[in-house]
C-alpha cells in the first residue's frame, strides 16, 4: 500500500486547512488510517485515526473539537479538516495504515507516507 499525503500549507492562526490522504495499491488490505505529526525538536504525536469501513473515529486531546476526518470510499481519500489552527499545531503531518482492527487499535501501522508540512503563523 502506498500512501500520499498532500494539502500541508502555511495558515494563520484561527485558520483552517484541509490535509488529504490518497491510497494505493492493495487497499483492500486497509483496516483504517491515522494521521501522525512531529515537529521540529518535538516527538511524533499521534493526532487521530478513522476505520475505514465503520467510519469510527478517535482524536487526540489536543485536537478534539478543531479536527476532523471524513472519508471518500470510492477514492480511498481520507481527509482531516482542520480549524481554528493554533501555532503549537505547525508540524509535518503523516498519513499511516494499519491493516487489521487489532493494529489500530494498539496503534501498530502498517504503511506510512510522505509527510506534508502544515505551518501555522501567529
Known amino acids: 500500500v502506498q500512501l500520499q499525503a498532500s494539502g500541508g500549507g502555511l495558515v494563520q492562526a484561527g485558520g483552517s486547512l484541509r490535509v488529504s490522504c490518497a491510497a494505493s495499491?492493495?487497499?483492500?488490505?486497509?483496516?483504517?488510517k491515522g494521521w501522525f505529526r512531529q515537529a521540529p525538536g518535538k516527538e511524533r504525536e499521534f493526532v487521530g485515526r478513522?476505520?475505514?469501513?465503520?467510519?469510527?473515529?478517535s482524536y487526540a486531546d489536543s485536537v478534539k473539537g478543531r479536527f476532523t476526518f471524513s472519508r471518500d470510499n470510492a477514492k480511498n481519500m481520507v481527509y482531516l479538516q482542520m480549524n481554528s489552527l493554533k501555532p503549537e499545531d505547525t508540524a509535518v503531518y503523516y498519513c499511516?495504515?494499519?491493516?487489521?482492527?487489532?493494529?489500530?487499535?494498539?496503534?501498530?501501522?502498517?504503511?506510512w507516507g510522505q509527510g506534508t508540512q502544515v505551518t501555522v503563523s501567529s
Open positions: 478513522i476505520a475505514w469501513s465503520t467510519g469510527s473515529v
Open positions: 495499491g492493495r487497499t483492500w488490505s486497509v483496516y483504517g
Open positions: 499511516t495504515a494499519a491493516s487489521s482492527v487489532g493494529k489500530l487499535i494498539r496503534g501498530e501501522y502498517d504503511y
